[in-house]
C-alpha cells in the first residue's frame, strides 16, 4: 500500500517538549476532515482515535478500503452530523497512518526508528494535534470527542487547554490505566517482542514484519472489548465450517476462526513498533497522579461542558473509573452529564451501532450547539 | 403539575444555582431554566428518562441519589430540590441530611398520605390507598416511606432541620401552612411544599 498519496499531512516546525524529555520539531501530522468549516469558524469537533483507530473516521478508509472506524457515529445526518459540523481527526503521533511514528526515518542515522523512536504519552499526542487548530485558525472547538484512548486524549485535550473546546464527550475511558488495563497491553507488547521477527524492533531493516506477534496481541485485546455475553450469543461453541470437532488444533470453534482473521486483518494496516508505543502511552497516562491525586486539579480552570459515557458490559474501561471523572468534575461544580448506556457489546460499543448511545451524543451535540454562550 | 412548578420556581431566587434530584423527565429543570436560571443540574435514576433530559438540552447525571450525592461537596448549589420522591428511599433521614449538605436550602415535596381521601379509603374499604398521585398498588409501589404533612412537620423536630417556608396544595390553591392550621392542612392538602435549611 502507498500510504502517502492519500494523505494529508501537516509539518509541525514548532518545536514540541515530550514528556520523555526529547524535543522533536518539523514533524509531520497526518490528519483528515470531513464536512465544512463555518464563517464563525465555530462549529469544528476534534475527534480523537482509539489505539488502533486513524485519522480516516467515516466514509470510504482509502488505504484499507474499508468504512472508517466510526462510520456509525460520523457523517451526514449522523451522531456527529458532518452537514453541520466540520470534523478534524489526527493520526496520533506514534502512529502508523502518516504521522511521526517509529516507522519513520531517523535524519541523523538514515535509518527507520523502530524503538529509537521516543516513548510518547497522551499528552504528546494532544499537544501535537493542537497544531491543527491554529493551522485552520480555530480559536475554540464546538466539540472535542472520543472513546477509549480517544476519551483519554479528551481529558488531557481540556486538561491542557481549559478555554480551547465548548463541550467535551469522553466515552467508555478513564482517567488512568488500572493495572488490569497495563496487564492487558503487556501481554500485547510481550507477544510482539517474543516474534523473532520483531528483531528488536529493526523488522524493517530485513524487509520482514512480526506479524504472529502482532497478530496474537491484537486476538488477545480484541477478547477485552467483547463482553462475555456478547460473545457466547454470537459465537457460543458453534463450530466453524464442519460438524464435528477434528481432535486437532486447528480452529474448531468460530470464536477460534473469528479471532484468527481479526488478528490477520489487523497485521495488514497496523505497526507492531506503534502498537508498542501507543499501549505504551495509555498505560502512562495518569491524569490523577499528574494532579497529585486529585483530578478535579486536572480540570480546575474550565468551562467545558462535559458529557461522559459509559457502557454497562465494558469491562475494559468499566462505568465505575468514568464516573470517578463526573464525581471529579462535580467536586468543582463543572458543567458535567453523565449517562450509562445498556448494551452487550462490551468496551467496542462505541464503535458499533448502539441506538441509545448514538442518540445521545447526537442530542448533545446538537442542543449544546444552539445553547446561547 | 405545573402549580407544582410555579410554586417552586417562586421561592427560588433569579440565577441560583440548582439540583434537581430525581429530576425526571426534565420538565421541572426545563420550566426553572427558562424562568429562573440556566445554572441548573439534575440527577436521575432512570437511563431512559436521562436521555429524554439530554434531548431536552438539560446537563442530567445518570445516579441514586440515596449513594450518589456524596459526591457533590458541601454547599455546592444554592437550592436542592427533591419533588415527590422522599417517600420512595430507604433512608429519607439520610437524604435530607445529605440534601441539606449539598445545598444551602432544600425543597421538599411530598404527596400528602394525611389528605381525606387516602384516609377515607383506607377507613372505608380496608385496602391501602390509590390515588391520583400515588397511583400504585401496595405490592408494586415504589413508595416505601409514606407520610404526612404533620409527620414532615414533626420529623424536622426530630432530625433537626429547620422548616422556612411550609404550603399546601389543594385543587391548585395554594395556602400557608403553620401551626394552628396544620389539623385542617394536613386533612386537605393534597401536596406540601417546604422550603428547609440546616
Known amino acids: 500500500m502507498n500510504i502517502k498519496e492519500n494523505i494529508k499531512t501537516l509539518m509541525i516546525e514548532k518545536p514540541l517538549k515530550l514528556d520523555c524529555g526529547q524535543t522533536i520539531s518539523n514533524f509531520p501530522l497526518a490528519y483528515e476532515t470531513f464536512g465544512t468549516l463555518n464563517e464563525n469558524k465555530d462549529n469544528a469537533i476534534l475527534v480523537c482515535h482509539a489505539l488502533t483507530g486513524d485519522q480516516f473516521v467515516t466514509g470510504i478508509n482509502p488505504i484499507t478500503k474499508k468504512d472508517g472506524w466510526w462510520t456509525y457515529a460520523v457523517g451526514p445526518n449522523k451522531s456527529i452530523d458532518t452537514n453541520k459540523y466540520f470534523v478534524i481527526c489526527a493520526n496520533v503521533i506514534g502512529g502508523c497512518m502518516g504521522s511521526f511514528g517509529p516507522s519513520h526515518e531517523n535524519p541523523k542515522t538514515k535509518k527507520i526508528y523502530g524503538t529509537d523512536f521516543p516513548v510518547i504519552t497522551i499528552n504528546d499526542m494532544v499537544n501535537a494535534q493542537v497544531n491543527l487548530l491554529d493551522f485552520f485558525g480555530i480559536d475554540k472547538l464546538f466539540s472535542v470527542v472520543g472513546g477509549s484512548m480517544g476519551g483519554m486524549q479528551v481529558l488531557q485535550f481540556v486538561s491542557n487547554f481549559p478555554n480551547k473546546a465548548r463541550t467535551a464527550i469522553p466515552i467508555a475511558c478513564t482517567s488512568n490505566h488500572s493495572a488490569q488495563n497495563i496487564a492487558f497491553n503487556e501481554l500485547g507488547r510481550q507477544a510482539i517482542t517474543a516474534d523473532h521477527n520483531w528483531l528488536d524492533g529493526n523488522y524493517n531493516l530485513k524487509n520482514t514484519v512480526p506479524d504472529k506477534g502482532l497478530a496474537v496481541a491484537r486476538m488477545a485485546a480484541h477478547i477485552t472489548y467483547l463482553s462475555k455475553k456478547g460473545l457466547q450469543e454470537k459465537f457460543g461453541r458453534k463450530l466453524q465450517e464442519r460438524d464435528d470437532l477434528k481432535f486437532g488444533f486447528d480452529a474448531d470453534f468460530q470464536i477460534e476462526s473469528y479471532l484468527r482473521h481479526q488478528g490477520s486483518v489487523f497485521v495488514d494496516r497496523f505497526d507492531a513498533n506503534s502498537y508498542l508505543y501507543i499501549t505504551r502511552a495509555m498505560d502512562y497516562f495518569d491524569l490523577v497522579k499528574k494532579f497529585n491525586g486529585n483530578l478535579s486539579n486536572a480540570f480546575k480552570n474550565t468551562k467545558t461542558k462535559f458529557f461522559v459515557i459509559s457502557f454497562t458490559s465494558d469491562w475494559l474501561y468499566p462505568t465505575q473509573e468514568n464516573k470517578e471523572i463526573v464525581i471529579a468534575l462535580n467536586a468543582i461544580k463543572a458543567n458535567v452529564g453523565f449517562v450509562e448506556i445498556e448494551s452487550d457489546k462490551g468496551h467496542d460499543s462505541f464503535l458499533l451501532d448502539v441506538p441509545d448511545f448514538l442518540k445521545a451524543v447526537k442530542n448533545f451535540l446538537d442542543k449544546s450547539f444552539v445553547e446561547k454562550l | ?198
Not at chain 2, 50 to 78: H, M, R, W, Y
Open chain 2, 1 to 198: 403539575m405545573k402549580t407544582e412548578y410555579k410554586i417552586i420556581a417562586d421561592i427560588i431566587e433569579k440565577n441560583s444555582s440548582i439540583l434537581d434530584v430525581g429530576c425526571d423527565d426534565g420538565s421541572l429543570m426545563e420550566f426553572l431554566k427558562t424562568n429562573k436560571s440556566t445554572n441548573i443540574r439534575g440527577i436521575e435514576i432512570s437511563k431512559e428518562k436521562v436521555q429524554t433530559c439530554i434531548a431536552k438540552g438539560l446537563t442530567v447525571i445518570e445516579g441514586n441519589a440515596e449513594f450518589d450525592l456524596k459526591q457533590f461537596p458541601n454547599d455546592s448549589f444554592d437550592y436542592v430540590i427533591l419533588g415527590q420522591t422522599l417517600q420512595a428511599f430507604i433512608n429519607p433521614e439520610l437524604v435530607i441530611k445529605e440534601l441539606l449538605r449539598v445545598g444551602k436550602k432544600a425543597i421538599i415535596t411530598i404527596p400528602n398520605f394525611g389528605h381525606w381521601k387516602v384516609r377515607l379509603d383506607l377507613l372505608i374499604k380496608g385496602t391501602m390507598p390509590i390515588t391520583n398521585s400515588l397511583p400504585h398498588n401496595w405490592y408494586n409501589t415504589p413508595n416505601i416511606h409514606m407520610c404526612t404533612i404533620k409527620d414532615f412537620v414533626k420529623f424536622s423536630e426530630i432530625i433537626g432541620f429547620k422548616i422556612f417556608k411550609s404550603l399546601a396544595l389543594k385543587n391548585k390553591n395554594i395556602s400557608n401552612i403553620n401551626n394552628s392550621n396544620l389539623f385542617f392542612k394536613n386533612l386537605f392538602g393534597e401536596l406540601g411544599i417546604f422550603l428547609i435549611e440546616k
